[in-house]
DNA sequence: ATGGCTCGTGAAACGAGA
């Protein structure tokens, strides 16, 4: 099974760019973030001619995400249970045995301290629903951008700032206490040291001198976590005209186990 | 060097992004 999570920064201007990645790629399931339109706005069809169907959760302007499945699914949450801003930031299906959880955490750097206080409590509300799922004894994925860079391995050399939202020391306690339900960093468990960037600035020639972030993660669940096969951000993604400023994050399982009984 | 790009909005700057 393949899984992507992909922040795409609009999907309109980027939708051939989606369309051949997922003719050449050929994914089980893509998680896109920040659509940056309104549900019915997406480009449905055309993601049905390809052969995938589509859970939508957009807004005008801003954030906005969507999964598209190749699988048969059900929506099983179309925001996240516990936060009260209405921003479109989580969809979550159930396809294949796993229930997928596809986010765009707040980036925290906007709206001074309470701005920041958003993201936290997003964080923390993600927290609730992977302890609520691991009690359930659901096999889950949990990806999408965090905008969180979980450790300065993370971060390169200058590239923010340390009072930035993306590496404040509460950031990333909010990914360790995720991590320390028993979840596991699906690019951190094959590569666990050395740049694995998935975002570079417009800015600044931020990708000819590699100065990305990884920010963009998939968390596992316990039994996930022991299918988890390959793990890899696609680099070349952020070469071709007109990018998005993320890159996809693309990990694939091998088959379950059969049932024990 | 707090700017540098790239979006959407809506028709000019501006906010958000990270």
Redesign the pocket.
């Known amino acids: 099974m393949k899984l992507a999570t992909w922040?795409v920064?609009?999907?309109?201007?980027?939708l051939e760019l989606v369309l051949e990645w997922l003719a050449r790629e050929q994914p089980d399931v893509l998680m896109l973030?920040?659509i940056?339109?309104?549900t019915e706005q997406f480009p449905t069809q055309a993601f049905e001619a390809a052969g995938y169907g589509c859970a939508v959760v957009g807004q005008?302007?801003?954030?906005g995400v969507a999964t598209l499945s190749h699988t048969p699914f059900e929506i099983t949450n179309a925001s996240l249970p516990g936060v009260a801003d209405p921003a479109a930031r989580y969809i979550e299906i159930r396809t294949q045995g796993l229930l997928l959880g596809n986010l765009?955490l707040?980036?925290?750097?906007?709206?001074g301290e309470e701005?920041y206080a958003t993201k936290l409590a997003f964080a923390d509300a993600l927290h609730d629903r992977a302890q609520t799922l691991l009690q359930a004894n659901t096999d889950f994925v949990l990806a999408g951008?965090y905008?969180i860079c979980p450790t300065p391995e993370d971060c390169a050399p200058g590239a923010?700032?340390p009072e930035?939202?993306?590496v404040r020391p509460q950031s990333r306690a909010a990914w360790r206490r995720l991590r320390w339900l028993g979840l596991t960093d699906a690019l951190r468990a094959l590569h666990p040291h050395g740049a694995a960037y998935t975002?570079w600035?417009?800015?600044?020639?931020a990708w000819e001198r590699d100065s990305g972030?990884r920010?963009d993660h998939m968390l596992l669940s316990p039994r996930v976590a022991e299918r988890l096969r390959t793990a890899a951000p696609d680099r070349e993604e952020r070469e071709k005209p007109?990018?998005s400023?993320?890159v996809p994050l693309v990990v694939t399982l091998s088959e379950p186990p059969p049932r024990s009984h």
């Open positions: 922040n920064n609009s999907v309109r201007p980027r973030q920040e940056k339109c309104e005008k302007t801003y954030n765009y707040p980036n925290g750097n906007s709206g701005g951008d905008n923010l700032g930035d939202a993306l975002f600035d417009y800015q600044a020639r972030l920010i007109r990018p400023d993320h």
